[in-house]
């Protein structure tokens, strides 16, 4: 079992970055594949990005693609989400995942058997 603790988020203006921080606890986080979801409110969690567990392969949703850069420290235990080019449209409650599952790099929330407490990120225009 793995225990995720995001980052604080925070206001940005639009066309901002923003990194956030995800730390896992437990000694197995290097197995894991990871990802990063958000929810808007009245929106269903969506996509973002994700991470196999060697940080050799990465995934992200249509959205974010060219402006996010998923990456992970597995020595700090650590994954990371690099948000540039920030949109009024990319706020909401980021989650971080973890999923044993890893066949595959998978962009649906139910493959993700842990998460954590998510952190509100604010854009504005």
């Known amino acids: 079992q793995v225990q995720l603790v995001e980052s604080r988020g925070g206001l940005v203006q639009a066309g901002g970055s923003l990194r956030l921080s995800c730390a896992a606890s437990g000694r197995t986080f290097s197995t894991y594949n990871m990802g990063w979801f958000r929810q808007a409110p009245g929106k269903e969690r969506e996509f973002v990005a994700a991470?196999?567990?060697?940080?050799?392969?990465?995934t992200y949703g249509d959205s974010v693609r060219g402006r996010f850069t998923i990456s992970r420290d597995n020595a700090k235990s650590t994954v990371y989400l690099q948000m540039n080019s920030l949109k009024p449209e990319d706020a909401a409650v980021y989650y971080c995942?973890?999923?044993?599952?890893?066949?595959?790099?998978?962009?649906?929330?139910?493959?993700?058997?842990?998460w954590g407490q998510g952190t509100q990120v604010t854009v504005s225009s």
């Open positions: 995942a973890a999923t044993t599952f890893r066949v595959i790099l998978s962009t649906t929330p139910t493959s993700y058997q842990y």
């Open positions: 991470i196999n567990w060697r940080g050799s392969s990465t």
